[in-house]
Nanobody
Framework: QVQLVESGGGSVQAGGSLRLSCAAS????????MGWFRQAPGKEREFVAA????????YYADSVKGRFTISRTLAKNTVYLQMNSLKLEDTAVYYC?????????????????WGQGTQVTVSS
C-alpha cells in the first residue's frame, strides 16, 4: 500500500508561483510512475503532469506546458510540481497519484493510489 500526502498549496496572484510536494510512504518508491491531476469545481479531474519511475520521462497537459515542471527525488520519496506563471484557470484542487510501472501515464484510471489533494487558488 502506498500513502501519498500533498502539500504546498495556497493562494497566489496571477503570474505568481507555487511548488507542490507529494510525499510517498508505505513501500519503496522505486518502480512507481507518478502524476499530478487537478479538479476544479463542477469539472472532472484532469491530467496535469506525469513522470516515469526513473524521472527520465515526463508528460504535460498542453495547458501547463512551459509553465509547470514535474520532478522527483527517489531518495526522499517525493515528487514535486513547480508551477510558474499561474493563471486564474489553474485554480483547482491538485492531486498526486501513483501506480506501479515504468512509464508515466495520463489517464485517471491508470493510477491506483491517490493523495487527499491540496487547494491552489489563483486570484487577479
Amino acid at each position: 500500500q502506498v500513502q501519498l500526502v500533498e502539500s504546498g498549496g495556497g493562494s497566489v496572484q496571477a503570474g505568481g508561483s507555487l511548488r507542490l510536494s507529494c510525499a510517498a510512504s508505505g513501500r519503496t518508491f522505486s518502480g512507481y510512475a507518478m502524476g499530478w491531476f487537478r479538479q476544479a469545481p463542477g469539472k472532472e479531474r484532469e491530467f496535469v503532469a506525469a513522470i516515469s519511475w526513473s524521472g527520465s520521462s515526463t508528460y504535460y497537459a498542453d495547458s501547463v506546458k512551459g509553465r509547470f515542471t514535474i520532478s522527483r527525488t527517489l531518495a526522499k520519496n517525493t515528487v514535486y510540481l513547480q508551477m510558474n506563471s499561474l493563471k486564474l484557470e489553474d485554480t483547482a484542487v491538485y492531486y498526486c497519484a501513483a501506480d506501479y510501472g515504468i512509464s508515466p501515464r495520463r489517464d485517471v484510471d491508470e493510477y491506483a493510489y491517490w493523495g487527499q489533494g491540496t487547494q491552489v487558488t489563483v486570484s487577479s
